[in-house]
C-alpha cells in the first residue's frame, strides 16, 4: 500500500512524538502535518521557527492577550529558564481545547533532572476528552519521560547517532534500532502504538506528499 501525507495525520486528540539528530527534518515534517489543523500554538524554545500564517510572541503574557488561531512562542532566554513559565504555557494550551501544542524542543521544558510540567502532563492524559493534542520533537529521546512515548499514538523516527536513543526509540516504539541507525538524510520511519509501521519514508516538500 502506497501511504500517502494523510495517513500520517494524526486523528483529533492524538499525540505524536518526532525524533531525530539535529538538521534531519523533524520541524519541517511537523510544519507540513499542522497545516492539517486550524488552531496550533507552538513552543519554538530555539528561537528558529519562522512560518507563513503564524504570529508570533517573546511573552507569554501577549499570547494569551492576543490570542489568535496559530501562533509560535519563542520565549525570551528569561521565560526560557522559568520552569513556572513553561507550566503557563501548557495551561494555556490546556485551556485553549481544540488546539495542538508543538513542542519544539521538549528537553527543554523537561529532561531527565526535570518533569514534566504539570499541564504538559494533563495535555498529553486528558488530551483526548479536550481535544488537545500535544506534537513533541527531540534530538535525545533518552532524556524524554517514557511518559511522553506511552501517550503518544504517532511516531516519526529519524536517524538518532547515539545508540541510548536508538535503544529507548525501539523500547517504545518497536522501531529497530538497526534501522534506525541506517536511516539515510532526510528519511524516517513512521509507526502507530497500534504496531503500524512504515518502510522508510521520505517528505518531498515539492510535491507536499511522502
Ligand atoms: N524533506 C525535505 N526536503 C528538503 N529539505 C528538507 C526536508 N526536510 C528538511 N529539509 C531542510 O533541512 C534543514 C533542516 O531541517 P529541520 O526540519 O529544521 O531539521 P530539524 O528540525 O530536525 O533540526 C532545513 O533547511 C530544511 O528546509
Ligand atoms: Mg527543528
Redesign the pocket.
Known amino acids: 500500500m502506497r501511504l500517502r501525507l494523510e495517513n500520517l495525520v494524526p486523528a483529533p486528540g492524538q499525540h505524536a512524538v518526532?525524533c531525530?539528530?539535529?538538521?534531519?527534518?523533524?520541524?519541517?515534517?511537523a510544519?507540513v502535518l499542522l497545516r492539517f489543523f486550524s488552531s496550533v500554538i507552538i513552543f519554538d524554545a530555539k528561537s528558529?521557527i519562522h512560518w507563513k500564517g503564524y504570529q508570533r510572541f517573546k511573552s507569554l503574557r501577549s499570547l494569551v492577550s492576543a490570542h489568535p488561531m496559530r501562533a509560535i512562542y519563542a520565549p525570551t532566554w528569561n521565560e526560557l529558564q522559568d520552569p513556572g513559565e513553561h507550566e503557563k504555557f501548557y495551561q494555556y494550551a490546556f485551556r485553549r481545547t481544540k488546539t495542538v501544542v508543538y513542542t519544539?524542543e521538549v528537553t527543554t521544558v523537561c529532561d531527565s533532572s526535570r518533569e514534566i510540567p504539570p499541564h504538559y502532563k494533563r495535555c498529553l492524559v486528558q488530551g483526548r476528552s479536550k481535544k488537545v493534542m500535544c506534537f513533541s520533537?527531540t534530538?535525545r529521546p533518552v532524556e524524554v519521560p517514557n511518559f511522553l512515548f506511552s501517550e503518544s499514538k504517532h511516531f516519526f523516527c529519524?536517524k538518532l547517532n547515539l545508540e541510548p536513543d536508538r535503544k529507548k526509540v525501539e523500547q517504545m516504539t518497536s522501531i529497530d534500532r538497526e534501522k534506525i541507525m541506517a536511516l539515510p538524510e532526510?528519511y524516517f520511519y513512521y509507526a502507530r502504538a497500534d504496531g503500524f509501521q512504515s518502510s522508510a519514508l521520505?517528505?518531498?516538500?515539492k510535491k507536499e506528499k511522502v
Open positions: 518526532f531525530g539528530i539535529n538538521g534531519c527534518g523533524k520541524t519541517t515534517l510544519e528558529e519544539d520533537s534530538q529519524f532526510r521520505t517528505l518531498d516538500l
